[in-house]
C-alpha cells in the first residue's frame, strides 16, 4: 500500500485502539512502534477502514505493511444479503497470524455467522461472542452462537443466578468463552464474566461520583423483610426497613414495590464490602422537631395501642412518634399486674399528654386527665413555721404544716451539736417550730432554721425579764441598779448575753 493511502484510511489521531485492560490512541501507537499491526495482541480491539471486499474475505486498513482479513460470513445476514462496502469502518478483535495474514473478527455484530473455527479464536483471544437462548436444558441454557451449539451454566447467565428461564429464552447477548474442549464438542459460555467486568466499571465510575449525605435516584429490585435493596444504575444499596419511613415498618412491601424509583440519601459507603446504606426517611422532615407545639402536655390525643409491656402499653400518635402510658397511668386509681387488663393492641384510645421530651423522643400519657395541682399558700420571710416531721435526711428534716406546705430544715439550721441524731430527736410526726428564710414561689420550696426560733425564743424570754425587773425595782423602791437586777435573775435562768 502507498504512503498516501495509508494516511487517507487510517483512524484519525485521536482515535482510540482498545486491548486487554489498556487504551492508546492511534497515533500514539505509531510514534511508539511505526505501525499498529506490529503491536496487535489477541484479543486487542481495533476500528479499520474497509479497503476492498474480494472472494470470501473483507480487507481492512490496519496501517503497516499488511492488511487485515475477516471473514466476508460475518456481514452476512440470513437472508444471505451483505452488509459491507469498501469504505466502511468496523471496529474488529484481532485473532491471530494465519498463513501470512492478520486474521480479525467482528463477533459481537448482531448478523455474524460465527463458525466452531471462529468460537475456538475467540476462546484463545479471550474475546466476546454473541449468542442466542435457544432453551433450557439440564444446569443451564443451550445458546446458539452463529450455529454453534454452546452450554451456559445458570450460574453464568446473570449476576443472580439466572434461573428466571422466561426472561432469557429467544434473546440474544454477548457471552464469553470460558471453556472449548473436546475440538469443540464441550464449549461453555459466560455472560456472568461479562456483567461482572461491567459492574466493576460502573462501581469505579461511582467511587468518583457518590458520597456520604449524597441525594440519590434509585429503583427497588428486591424487597426483604430487613428493607427495600435498590439499584443506583449497576450497584445494589440497602434501605434498611428502620431507614423507609418514620413510621413503623413491619414489611417494606407495604410501603414499596418491585420497580419503583425513590429518592433517597447516602448515609455510608463500604466499598470494601460492597455495601451502600441509604434511607428514604432522611429525605423527610422529623416528626420531633414539633412534638412539642404539636402535644402541649394537658392536651387530649388520640391515638392506637401499638405495644404492650410489663410497665406500660406504647400508642402510636403519628408516623415516628409514640407515646408511652405508664402503668401507673392505666388503672385509674386501681393496681393493676399488666397493662392487657386495660386495654389491647389496635384499640384506639384517648389518652391526656403529662410531659414531652423532643431530644429524648419520649411522651408521657395517661389515660386520664392530671389534676390541677393544689394551690398553695406559701408564708413570708420571718414567719413563724409550726407543723410536724415529715422525713429525716441525712441532710436535714422536712417539716410539713397544716396547710401542706413543706420546708426543709438544713442541719446547719437546727441549732443542736455536731454529730446530733436527728432521728432520735426529732422522729417523724413529732412538732416542730422554725423560723422562715427564705421562700422560692416558683418552685413552691422553702428554707427554714430552727436556730432562728430558739434565737428569737431568748430575746422574748429577755425582754420578759426585763420588764419584770423593771416592775419589782418600781415597786421595791430599790436602790440597786438595774443590771445587778437584771443580771441576778438571768443567772437564776441560766440565760447568758
Known amino acids: 500500500m502507498s504512503d ?34 506490529d503491536r496487535l495482541t489477541p484479543g486487542q480491539r481495533v476500528k479499520a477502514r474497509v479497503i476492498s471486499v474480494t472472494g470470501d474475505l473483507v480487507y481492512i486498513d490496519l496501517g503497516g505493511k499488511s492488511d487485515g482479513v475477516v471473514s466476508l460470513s460475518e456481514f452476512v445476514d440470513d437472508k444471505g444479503a451483505v452488509h459491507i462496502k469498501e469504505g466502511d469502518e468496523i471496529e474488529a478483535y484481532f485473532l491471530a497470524v494465519e498463513d501470512g495474514m492478520k486474521r480479525l473478527t467482528t463477533l459481537v455484530r448482531g448478523y455474524s455467522s460465527v463458525k466452531l473455527n471462529a468460537i475456538r479464536d475467540a476462546y484463545n483471544a479471550g474475546i466476546p461472542v454473541e449468542g442466542e437462548v435457544k432453551r433450557e436444558i439440564k444446569g443451564g441454557f443451550e445458546v446458539n452462537a452463529g450455529g454453534v451449539k454452546c452450554f451456559c451454566p445458570f450460574s453464568q447467565m446473570d449476576l443472580r443466578g439466572g434461573r428466571e428461564v422466561v426472561t432469557y429464552l429467544g ?39 457518590l458520597s456520604v449525605g449524597m441525594e440519590v435516584t434509585a429503583r427497588v429490585r428486591s424487597l426483604q423483610n430487613f428493607g427495600a435493596f435498590v439499584d443506583l444504575g449497576g450497584i445494589d444499596g440497602l434501605i434498611p426497613a428502620s431507614e423507609i419511613s418514620w413510621g413503623r415498618t413491619e414489611n417494606p412491601g407495604d410501603v414499596l414495590s418491585i420497580g419503583q424509583e425513590v429518592t433517597a440519601k447516602i448515609l455510608s459507603l463500604d466499598w470494601e464490602s460492597s455495601r451502600l446504606t441509604l434511607s428514604i426517611k ?92 393544689k394551690k398553695l399558700n406559701l408564708p413570708a420571710a420571718g414567719d413563724l413555721f409550726e407543723g410536724v416531721v415529715e422525713k429525716v435526711m441525712p441532710f436535714g428534716i422536712f417539716v410539713k404544716a397544716g396547710s401542706g406546705v413543706s420546708g426543709l430544715i438544713p442541719n446547719s439550721e437546727m441549732g443542736t451539736e455536731n454529730g446530733a441524731d436527728h432521728g432520735r430527736m426529732f422522729p417523724t410526726g413529732s412538732s416542730v417550730q422554725a423560723i422562715v428564710l427564705e421562700v422560692d414561689k416558683e418552685k413552691g420550696k422553702v428554707l427554714l432554721s430552727r436556730k432562728g426560733i430558739l434565737a428569737k425564743a431568748e430575746q422574748e424570754e429577755l425582754k420578759r425579764y426585763r420588764d419584770s425587773i423593771r416592775k419589782e425595782e418600781k415597786s421595791s423602791g430599790s436602790v440597786g441598779t438595774l443590771g445587778e437586777i437584771l443580771k441576778a435573775k438571768m443567772a437564776e435562768k441560766n440565760i447568758s448575753f
Open 4 to 37: 498516501e493511502n495509508i494516511t487517507n484510511s487510517s483512524p484519525e489521531a485521536g482515535e482510540i485502539v482498545e486491548g486487554a485492560g489498556h487504551e492508546e490512541s492511534f497515533a500514539a501507537l505509531l510514534e511508539k512502534s511505526g505501525s499498529l499491526s
Open 171 to 209: 434473546e440474544t447477548f454477548p457471552f464469553k468463552v470460558i471453556e472449548f474442549k473436546k475440538e469443540g464438542r464441550t464449549i461453555v459460555l459466560s455472560r456472568r464474566v461479562l456483567l461482572e467486568q461491567e459492574r466493576q466499571e460502573r462501581i469505579e465510575a461511582l467511587k468518583k461520583t
Open 282 to 373: 432522611a429525605m423527610q422532615a422529623d416528626p420531633w422537631s414539633a412534638a412539642e407545639v404539636k402535644y402541649p402536655v394537658g392536651g387530649k390525643v388520640c391515638g392506637t395501642i401499638v405495644r404492650l409491656v410489663p410497665f406500660g402499653a406504647f400508642v402510636s400518635l403519628e408516623a415516628g412518634i409514640d407515646g408511652l402510658i405508664h402503668i401507673s397511668n392505666l388503672g385509674a386509681g386501681r393496681r393493676i399486674n399488666h397493662p392487657k387488663e386495660v386495654v389491647e393492641v389496635g384499640q384506639q384510645i384517648e389518652a391526656y399528654v403529662l410531659a414531652v421530651d423532643s431530644q429524648a423522643r419520649k411522651i408521657s400519657l395517661s389515660l386520664q386527665q392530671k389534676p390541677e395541682p
